[in-house]
């Protein structure tokens, strides 16, 4: 996805109440952002850093601006607005950079599914040239920004949600469908990923399982751009 006007450079000042973040503007004041970010953001608040930042014109919206990127104590850029995690794989779909779930015949977003009242990021109908066993695709989509030198993890913070969306998947597998866990990492300069099992034990033994009965994890590599930011390539996954 191409940003239009392209996004704007300020200073990351602090973040604070989960869903706000004070930017130094680069003639010194500060702006009041919507962080848009439930996570703990571990590794990625670097106060006096390089940040990036969107604006909005929906008179709605109380703040105008938004997080987007941040400079992580690695040094690199990474996009902590998790709602674009979502966005740019759609976009990989339509378009078909994902080699592993091309093929399908439609693509379906935020369906109703499973038995613990969940919604499946993307729904891949099944067509007649997928090679696989049958039945649709299910594909769960996690936002990674927690790194150290090249190697990202997830999740930064313990993770109920995430728990549930594991066992649904598994769910789904049993029946006879695709169940996929979607790494999309958007943090430069990534070269694996992994599960942060010291940050999350119990989520990191449910993924192991998934994984025994066929769930599968994919990993891609995002490019994190001031004007771009889209699914580039695919990196190794390492339980």
């Known amino acids: 996805m191409k940003f239009d006007p392209p996004l704007e450079p300020a200073k990351f000042v602090r973040r604070y109440k989960r869903f706000f973040a004070d930017l130094q503007l680069s003639d010194g004041t500060i702006e009041t952002a919507h962080c848009p970010n439930t996570g703990s953001m571990r590794n990625c608040l670097v106060e006096g850093s390089l940040c990036y930042f969107s604006r909005s014109d929906n008179p709605k919206r109380k703040l105008k601006t938004s997080l987007e990127y941040v400079t992580c104590t690695t040094g690199r850029l990474a996009c ?21 779930l091309a093929g399908y015949q439609k693509i379906a977003s ?7 009242n969940s919604r499946i990021d993307f729904k891949l109908f099944n067509g007649e040239n997928i090679g696989t066993e049958g039945g649709d695709c299910f594909v769960e989509v996690k936002s990674v920004t927690l790194a150290e030198n090249t190697a990202a993890s997830f999740p930064d913070s313990v993770t109920t949600r995430g728990q549930k969306h594991i066992r649904e998947l598994m769910a789904m597998r049993e029946e006879g469908h695709r169940a996929v866990l979607f790494f999309c990492v958007q943090h430069q300069g990534i070269e694996k990923v992994s599960v942060a099992a010291d940050i999350d034990p119990e989520y990191a033994g449910l993924l192991e399982l998934a994984m025994q009965r066929g769930v599968e994890v994919l990993a891609y590599q995002s490019r994190v751009l001031p004007d771009e930011l889209a699914v580039h390539q695919a990196i190794p996954f390492e339980l």
Do not use: D
């Not at 966005?87 to 990989?92: N, S, Y």
């Open 80 to 100: 902590v607005n998790t709602q674009r995690a979502n966005q740019i794989v759609k976009e990989a779909l339509h378009l078909g950079k994902i080699s592993e």
């Open 110 to 116: 935020e369906v109703k599914y499973g038995e613990e």
